[in-house]
C-alpha cells in the first residue's frame, strides 16, 4: 500500500467535516420545525377552547336576557289556562276549550323546561368539584329521565366503581344529554345502556343506543352549537355542545363513535376519584 498524500487527507477530512455539519445541521432545523409545528397545534388548541368559551358566555347570557324576559308572561299565561281550565263545565259541552286550556299549559311548562336547560351555567357548575357517589348520580339520573323512557334504561356498572370526581349537575345534565339524544334515537322497544367502569385511571361513562347512527358527515358537525338532526322543535342544537364543554373545562375526554345502521355510541371519561393521579382541579 502507498503512503496517501497528507493534502488528500485533508480533503478526506474536511468532507468528512462537511457531512457531520450537514448531519447535525438537518437534524438541527428538523427539530425546529417539529418545534414550531407543536407550538402551532397548542395555539390552535388554545384557539378553539377560546372561541368555544366565547360561544359559552354569548349562549349563557341569551339564556339568562330570554328566561328573564319571557318567566313573566309564561307565568301568566300558566295562570290564565289553570283558570280555563277549571271554569270550563264538562256538562256544558266545552270539551274542547278544556283540552285547549290543557294543551296551553302543557306547553308552558315545556317552554319553562327549554328555559332551564338553556339556563345551565356550565362555569358555574365545574368550579363546584366533588367526589360524586355514583348510586347518587345513578339516582338523580332515574328521577330525571322519568316513567316513559325509564323501563327502556339499562345500566351496567361493576361493584368496583364507587365514585368520580366531577362537578355533580353538570355531570347529570350532560349525561342527561346523551341518554335523552339515545331514547330519540332509539326504536320504542329498544334498550339504551348506560355503561360505567374503569380504565386508566379514569372512570368511563358509555352511552349506546340502537338507533340508525350518522354518516361520517354529520359525525364530523356533531357537538356544533345550534346543529341538530332531530325534527324541528324536538331539539335546540346544544346538548352535545354543552357536553364538549363540561368535558372540556373538567380535564375529561368525550368522543362519539356512530355507524349508519349499527348505533351510536357516546363515551364521557373523567380522572378516576380513587386513582392516585387525580388532578386536584377536576
Not at 438541527?28 to 378553539?48: H, P
Not at 364507587?162 to 322497544?189: I, K
Not at 354529520?218 to 346543529?227: H, I, K, N, Q, S
Not at 364521557?268 to 393521579?277: F, T
Amino acid at each position: 500500500q502507498y503512503p496517501q498524500h497528507p493534502r488528500h487527507l485533508a480533503e478526506m477530512g474536511n468532507w468528512g467535516a462537511l457531512v457531520l455539519v450537514s448531519v447535525l445541521t438537518a437534524a438541527f432545523i428538523g427539530r425546529v420545525i417539529r418545534s414550531l409545528r407543536q407550538r402551532e397545534s397548542e395555539l390552535a388548541s388554545v384557539r378553539e377552547r377560546a372561541g368555544k368559551s366565547e360561544q359559552l358566555a354569548a349562549l349563557t347570557t341569551l339564556a339568562a336576557g330570554a328566561a328573564h324576559e319571557l318567566n313573566t308572561p309564561l307565568g301568566t299565561i300558566a295562570v290564565v289556562a289553570k283558570e280555563l281550565e277549571v271554569n270550563c263545565d264538562p256538562s256544558m259541552g266545552v270539551d274542547q276549550v278544556l283540552d285547549d286550556a290543557r294543551l296551553i299549559r302543557r306547553e308552558v311548562d315545556r317552554c319553562r323546561t327549554i328555559l332551564s336547560r338553556m339556563r345551565i351555567d356550565i362555569g358555574e357548575d365545574v368550579s363546584h368539584r366533588g367526589v360524586v357517589p355514583i348510586d347518587e348520580l345513578e339516582n338523580r339520573l332515574r328521577e330525571s329521565i322519568g316513567d316513559g323512557d325509564l323501563p327502556r334504561l339499562k345500566v351496567v356498572r361493576p361493584a368496583h366503581v364507587t365514585a368520580v370526581r366531577a362537578p355533580l349537575r353538570a355531570l347529570e345534565q350532560a349525561l342527561l344529554v346523551l341518554l335523552r339524544n339515545a331514547f330519540d334515537a332509539s326504536p320504542p322497544d329498544r334498550a339504551v345502556t348506560l355503561e360505567v367502569g374503569r380504565r386508566d385511571g379514569h372512570v368511563r361513562f358509555v352511552v349506546s343506543d340502537s338507533g340508525s347512527g350518522m354518516s361520517a358527515q354529520l359525525l364530523r358537525r356533531a357537538g356544533e352549537p345550534f346543529f341538530t338532526t332531530k325534527e324541528p322543535g324536538r331539539g335546540m342544537g346544544l346538548g352535545l355542545f354543552l357536553v364538549r364543554l363540561v368535558a372540556q373545562q373538567c380535564g375529561a375526554t368525550f368522543s362519539i363513535d356512530s355507524t349508519v345502521g349499527a348505533g351510536t355510541t357516546c363515551v364521557l371519561e373523567l380522572p378516576d376519584s380513587s386513582a392516585n393521579n387525580v388532578r386536584e382541579e377536576c
